[in-house]
T-cell receptor, first 112, second 112 residues
Framework: ETGVTQTPRHLVMGMTNKKSLKCEQH?????MYWYKQSAKKPLELMFVYSLEERVENNSVPSRFSPECPNSSHLFLHLHTLQPEDSALYLC???????????FGQGTRLTVV | TQLLEQSPQFLSIQEGENLTVYCNSSSVFSSLQWYRQEPGEGPVLLVTVVTGGEVKKLKRLTFQFGDARKDSSLHITAAQPGDTGLYLCAGARKTGANNLFFGTGTRLTVIP
């Protein structure tokens, strides 16, 4: 048990669907992140939130829309995705931005 | 541009053998972390090294931070099948919003 919980664990969606990924951390951390992990590619940082404010948007397409309503919750809203967006989406949190990251178990997303 | 390069990319060894994984960069980091990720799960933090030349041991795993804080190594003694996984290094820097840079990863398979 990592203290960072992601739901759902698996998601299959069509290219015209709208879905959301949810992340919750119980560690009292101030920073939260979304990462994308594709086969044979390094972890790609997508978004960084510090104290509920977005501090980094790493050139992510607008079909991915993050939301951080409070320091414990992070969402990733998905719409009109492409098959190449299929990947493992990982949420992480840390005490501060440059400290160790604690990851959730990820959501395995398949776009059909 | 990949800030942190890991080698080897893939490693398959017999149970009981020793191995070393390397994490190299031309950049200086304030700290460096090692994670292990098992299939279908998120990365789990193993250790953080902070001081140049620092050595940390975690049972059969030995982690070393380079003197110049640009590189690190992970040595596993008498590898076990339970060591199988993706090993990721991550360097932390105190500048900018994207402060944690992940390496390319080493996928280790220990054959019983």
């Amino acid at each position: 048990e990592t203290g960072v919980t992601q739901t759902p664990r698996h998601l299959v969606m069509g290219m015209t669907n709208k879905k959301s990924l949810k992340c919750e951390q119980h560690l009292g951390h101030n920073a939260m992140y979304w990462y994308k992990q594709s086969a044979k590619k390094p972890l790609e940082l997508m978004f960084v939130y510090s104290l509920e404010e977005r501090v980094e948007n790493n050139s992510v397409p607008s079909r991915f829309s993050p939301e951080c309503p409070n320091s414990s919750h992070l969402f990733l809203h998905l719409h009109t995705l492409q098959p190449e967006d299929s990947a493992l989406y990982l949420c992480a949190s840390s005490r501060q931005i440059e400290t160790e990251a604690f990851f959730g178990q990820g959501t395995r997303l398949t776009v059909v | 541009t990949q800030l942190l390069e890991q080698s080897p990319q893939f490693l398959s060894i017999q149970e009981g053998e020793n191995l070393t994984v390397y994490c190299n960069s031309s950049s200086v980091f304030s700290s460096l972390q090692w994670y292990r990720q098992e299939p279908g799960e998120g990365p789990v933090l193993l250790v953080t090294v902070v001081t140049g030349g620092e050595v940390k041991k975690l049972k059969r795993l030995t982690f070393q931070f380079g003197d110049a804080r640009k590189d690190s190594s992970l040595h596993i003694t008498a590898a076990q099948p339970g060591d199988t996984g993706l090993y990721l290094c991550a360097g932390a820097r105190k500048t900018g919003a994207n402060n944690l840079f992940f390496g390319t990863g080493t996928r280790l398979t220990v054959i019983p």
